[in-house]
């Protein structure tokens, strides 16, 4: 079983639509989560970390469910820019995190007109 | 500007030659890293450096190699026994090795035939 599963979609979203998709780890001992957006062909970037009260960066909500063991990404208000493949990252903390970054393989989201 | 680059970004070789990958970050990064990504799975670990003159193997190191001899340069070379060298390579950064957020160069996709 894979540490990180994403459903690789594609979601296709209308303009001006709400999409959300969710990341699930097998990890319980997992403590840090991040979003990051990879545009194709391009290098990821990081989109936002999870917090467990959840936290919001604009048109973006990240929420963590430890019980469940899943983080979720939703965006309001999808934008043509937002078309992208969004990676889910997990890591297990510490000060040696270097080793215990997790990747999840990505949702693609396609936004259409 | 700061940030991170690769050359080149696109590399063909034969299957049999050792290929040599650069990165450069101007970020004053202690940590480095190199990152394999193949369709559909999440991005693996082949080397890291938590600072000049050290590094550690990643969860894929067989048949690659790296040094890191100034803080700036963090060059892979994938030798002729990695098995299935083709791939799109990233290499990325940290401020330092306990930091997990990481910053990410435009990637070399390297095609072996």
């Known amino acids: 079983r894979k540490e990180v599963e994403q459903d690789p979609g594609p979601f296709n979203v209308p303009e001006g639509a709400t999409v959300a998709f969710n990341c699930t780890y097998s990890n319980s001992a997992s403590q840090s989560f991040f979003w990051y957006r990879q545009d194709c062909r391009k290098e990821p970037k990081l989109l936002m970390s999870v917090y467990s009260s959840g936290n919001e960066d604009g048109r973006f909500t990240a929420q963590l469910n430890r019980a469940s063991q899943y983080i979720s990404l939703l965006i309001r208000d999808s934008k043509l820019s937002d078309s992208a493949t969004y990676l889910c990252v997990v890591s297990s903390g510490g000060t040696d995190s270097w080793g215990k970054l997790q990747f999840g393989a990505g949702t693609q989201v396609v936004v259409t007109p | 500007d700061g940030g991170i680059t690769q050359s080149p970004k696109y590399l063909f070789r034969k299957e049999g030659q050792n290929v040599t990958l650069s990165c450069e970050q101007n970020?004053?990064?202690?940590?480095m890293y190199w990152y394999r990504q193949d369709p559909g799975q999440g991005l693996r670990l082949i080397y890291y450096s938590q600072i000049v003159n050290d590094f550690q193997k990643g969860d894929i190191a067989e048949g690659y190699s790296v040094s890191r001899e100034k803080k700036e340069s963090f060059p892979l070379t994938v030798t002729s026994a990695q098995k299935n060298p083709t791939a799109f390579y990233l290499c990325?950064?940290?401020?330092?090795?306990?930091?997990?957020?990481?910053?990410f160069g435009p990637g070399t996709r390297l095609t072996v035939t």
């Open positions: 970020l004053n990064h202690d940590a």
């Open positions: 990325a950064s940290s401020r330092t090795s306990g930091d997990e957020t990481r910053y």
